[in-house]
């Protein structure tokens, strides 16, 4: 690689998770983030009036479901349906940072990240693991109901 260029701005990202039933999987992800349906493009009334107009095929418009955070500083999320399903351990997670960070006393925080993974538990997720630290809990991996890990921290 050559030389860094320095960028005056941030690129714009977002992170997209192939599944099986993007709609479902996006319910889960909404409840799981405070996130919402990403509203339809501009000038739009509805997603399917932006399908029919980009020219989306009927069979086409399942193919995906995506949010947005309802402030519109964070990243946005896409489900994309795709055929294969998962087989692998995911080489990127989500760490769903419920308790606040370290620097909220742990008491204070584990009730958090315990709250949390009740609530998500409840909507579907699974609890694969919990980790210690220093001889006490510390945080949760879990797996969103079509298997993709993350953690509650």
């Known amino acids: 690689m050559g030389a860094a260029t320095l960028h005056p ?6 992170v997209t998770i192939d599944c099986a039933d993007p709609r479902a999987l996006a319910r889960f992800w909404a409840v799981a983030l405070g996130y919402i349906e990403r509203p339809p493009p501009p000038g739009f009334a509805s997603w399917e009036a932006w399908f029919a107009q980009s020219g989306v095929p009927g069979q086409e418009r399942d193919d995906g479901a995506y949010l947005s955070d309802p402030e519109g500083a964070l990243p946005s999320l896409s ?8 087989i692998a351990k995911n080489r ?3 760490d769903v940072q419920a308790g606040g960070g370290r620097e909220v006393p742990w008491e204070t925080r584990w009730e958090r990240v315990v709250e949390a993974v009740a609530r998500l538990t409840a909507a579907g997720a699974t609890v694969l693991h919990e980790f210690r630290l220093d001889g006490r809990p510390d945080h949760v991996l879990m797996a969103d109901p079509e298997g993709n890990e993350f953690c509650v921290l």
């Open 9 to 14: 701005v941030t690129v714009r990202w977002s």
């Open 92 to 94: 990127v997670h989500l």
């Open 79 to 86: 489900f994309l349906k795709v055929p294969e399903p998962k």
